[in-house]
């Protein structure tokens, strides 16, 4: 490929750490779809006749087929670009050398990825969707039980289940809004920059672009071959979505402990122990745990190889397929576990509701007396008195008497038993955004309207 100002081979130890096809081999069919379109382009601009481009794009139909098949056999190839020509060559002879004009594996390999990642963002936007969708309608089934929402992980005020779940549900929707801008950056085709300095041949990119199905095309091409931020892009934005992940997994291997009991990991999502057989482990969501928490590593590994790099294309991006590839691989493989966890989680409802005690009730006795026109402060100080009371006498809040709440204010009366009621408390927060049934069902119906309008899955 590269072989006429070289007197001896490649040493056999460079040739191993240099190839690269066994990884960007996973590539064949985008490298092949630029090929073929590339071609188009060549004979357009008459440095391929008709029979020699239909030649090509035959023949290259043929290689995809051996791919397609497991027929494809690897012999000494670098990668899988010089695989593919050396291919062609065998099956069409010399049309084949004309292919590579003006071109270079520079602007190639960019391109190839590309058109991989955008195929791969519509798949895991799709996987999103269906997860969201997955935890919509376990927000749905589950409206009315009641739990303990945490701060600090300290029980803090009684929520609905659905609205904590859907508190994760709303993350993956942000993240899948953010997957459009990274599909944007993905979306401008690189080909047409040769090895840097663009194409002599008055190429006419804005006709590749188009029949590539790229948005628009890269404006300088020293800059094209070397530019990886849409690989440093989807990176951040997949580790971004793996923290996401470890969080709601963190929150369910908590709640699936004895000492909580809120849940019941489903058995084809967890494991048992070889030594100690009464136990259940949450290995699906440890996992997801671990696993997504590892793709920041890669982001972060990524950054390391962008930065200082000289200008253009070194051969240090060759890394960037691996952590592409690797990326996209956890993060599919975790989200079809987390999916499964979610789908089959089974709620002990008796359990959350029994975790809720009075003194979650403290800020709604503050309300109360703000409700009678007392300031917030006085009536968060009065609140922290009962508390305190109870505390003292060792009963719950709610079984102290009217007269000993008197003595601590004057604003207490009978309706303040209404208090000591979670669903009473619960519904309080009707405002937008908040725990209440009706918004609860609304971010449901919000999120519904999202998943029917956003089914097209841009490609
Ligand atoms: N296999 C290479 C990579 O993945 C392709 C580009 C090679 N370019 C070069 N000038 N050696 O980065």
Redesign the pocket.
């Known amino acids: 490929m590269w072989g006429g100002r070289f007197k001896s081979a490649t040493s056999p130890e460079l040739k191993e750490l240099n190839a690269?096809i066994h990884i960007?081999k996973r590539m064949y069919k985008e490298d092949i779809v630029g090929s073929q379109a590339y071609a188009k382009s060549l004979e357009q601009i008459h440095l391929l006749t008709k029979v020699e481009c239909a030649e090509i794009c035959k023949g290259l139909e043929q290689v995809k087929l051996e791919w397609d098949n497991g027929k494809f056999v690897i012999k000494d190839d670098?990668?899988i670009?010089s695989a593919n020509e050396r291919r062609l060559k065998e099956i069409i002879g010399n049309a084949a050398h004309k292919l590579h004009v003006g071109r270079?594996?520079?602007d190639?390999?960019t391109t190839d990825m590309k058109l991989w990642l955008k195929k791969a963002i519509a798949e895991i936007e799709n996987k999103l969707k269906t997860f969201i969708n997955v935890m919509v309608n376990r927000a749905r089934l589950d409206i009315d039980v009641l739990f303990p929402g945490y701060t600090h992980l300290q029980r803090a005020q009684p929520v609905r289940w659905s609205h904590w779940l859907l508190s994760h549900a709303w993350n993956f929707k942000s993240d899948t809004d953010k997957l459009q801008q990274v599909l944007k950056s993905t979306n401008v085709m690189p080909l047409g920059s040769g090895?840097l300095a663009g194409n002599p041949f008055e190429i006419d990119r804005f006709t590749l672009a188009k029949n590539l199905g790229f948005d628009s095309m890269t404006p300088n091409s020293m800059q094209a071959v070397g530019d990886r931020d849409y690989i440093v892009e989807f990176l951040f934005w997949a580790s971004l979505v793996g923290v996401h992940l470890t969080r709601l997994a963190e929150d369910l291997i908590i709640y699936s402990s004895k000492e909580f009991g809120f849940v019941k990991i489903h058995d084809s999502f967890s494991t048992g122990s070889s030594l100690m057989p009464q136990k259940r482990n949450p290995d699906s969501l440890e996992l997801a745990r671990g696993l997504g928490s590892g793709i920041f590593g890669q982001c972060c590994s990524f950054m390391m190889t962008l930065s200082s790099l000289p200008s253009t294309?070194n051969?240090d991006?060759?890394s960037?397929?691996e952590l592409m590839f690797g990326a996209y691989d956890k993060l599919m493989g975790i989200l079809e576990v987390v999916i499964g966890t979610v789908e089959s989680v089974q709620i002990n409802e008796s359990r959350c509701v029994e975790a809720l005690t009075f003194d979650m009730l403290a800020t709604d006795l503050a309300y109360y007396l703000v409700r009678k026109s007392v300031p917030f402060r006085e009536a968060h100080h009065i609140a922290g008195q009962v508390v305190a009371a109870a505390e003292n006498r060792s009963v719950e809040m709610c079984d102290l008497t009217l007269e000993e709440l008197k003595a601590i204010s004057i604003h207490f009366d009978s309706d303040v038993a209404r208090v000591w009621n979670y669903e009473n408390s619960v519904e309080q927060y009707q405002s937008f955004g908040g725990t209440a049934k009706n918004s609860v069902l609304g971010q449901i119906h919000l999120l519904d309207a999202w998943l029917a309008t956003s089914n097209e899955i841009p490609q």
């Open positions: 690269s960007d670098e990668d670009h270079s594996r520079n190639q390999v090895a294309y051969k991006l060759q960037d397929k």
